[in-house]
């Protein structure tokens, strides 16, 4: 009882003194446009480099929103805010099968996510981040490949991750690294991941060149090397904190979404990246 106290009453002291939101805009910014998971609305045409480039292409896209839930400013260059974010990741694929054009849905993966950011000044922020994710086969790629059984998932988890972003503003840029860990007991999955990378974008100019990498590995994949890299133009607006990017990307590694992670791919296409 003594500990529930002391904690309401910590609780009640921060909101006092801090000047603190309910469901309004974010405050920090920790998106990672590059992660081929990240909650947020993109889509991208890609052309796989090990097939016929212009008789299979790779589309996913993604529908990803997040809300500020409670934040306090607590002075010019530090605050901290509690964020829900949820996201749909589609992939596509689109062939010629028997001389006619083909799109397919192969598979659908649902994220939600709670976070708690710390923005302790203008250069580093922390975000720790809960999130479940389940990945559930297409109709279309089912009654294509005739599959009538259970089929073993193990992109069905929940997570928790660490990431440090600390922006370089010399640079006009931001890198980051985190770590994160299944925390479900029965996972079919095993439990550790990193990330790291960096990206840019000049938040001073209305239109500026953008680009950057991520490099993430599991060990469910034996910590292999997966990349994304890309390169293009980003048009900010006054309304939004992150811009809408235009960019030219490659990916290689294990396949980022759905439950065939262990096949591997090497994809270059072009993407629209943007958040609402």
């Not at 559930?136 to 259970?150: P, Q």
Request: hydrophobic share 40%; glycine share 6%; net charge neutral.
């Amino acid at each position: 009882m003594k500990t529930t106290t002391t904690l309401f009453l910590s609780l009640i002291s921060c909101v006092a003194f801090a000047q603190s939101n309910w469901m309004a805009q974010r405050l920090t910014q920790t998106n990672i446009f590059l992660d081929p998971v990240e909650m947020q609305m993109s889509g991208s045409i890609n052309g796989l480099l090990s097939e016929d480039f212009l008789e299979q292409q790779y589309l996913p896209f993604t529908v990803g929103v997040d809300q500020s839930i409670f934040s306090k400013q607590v002075s010019e260059t530090k605050a901290w805010e509690i964020v829900g974010e949820m996201g749909v990741f589609t992939q596509f694929d689109w062939k010629e099968v028997e001389g006619i054009q083909q799109r397919n849905l192969i598979n659908v993966d649902y994220k939600i996510a709670f976070s708690f950011v710390k923005q302790i000044d203008k250069i580093h922020t922390y975000r720790v981040r809960f999130f479940h994710v389940s990945s559930h086969l297409g109709d279309d790629f089912i009654i294509r490949n005739s599959i009538n059984s259970y089929t073993e998932n193990r992109v069905n988890y929940e997570q928790l991750e660490l990431t440090y972003i600390r922006q370089l503003p010399q640079l006009k840029s931001k890198v980051f690294a985190g770590v994160g860990g299944v925390i479900r007991p029965d996972a079919l999955r095993k439990p550790f991941s990193y990330i790291v990378g960096m990206d840019r974008a000049n938040q001073d100019k209305k239109h500026s060149l953008t680009g950057g990498f991520v490099i993430k590995g599991f060990q469910e994949t034996d910590f292999n090397l997966n990349l994304k890299a890309g390169v293009g133009m980003a048009y900010r607006s006054d309304s939004k904190k992150e811009p809408i990017r235009i960019i030219l990307e490659y990916c290689t590694g294990h396949l980022p979404y759905s439950q065939f992670e262990q096949q591997k791919i090497e994809w270059l296409g072009l993407g629209l990246y943007f958040n609402i």
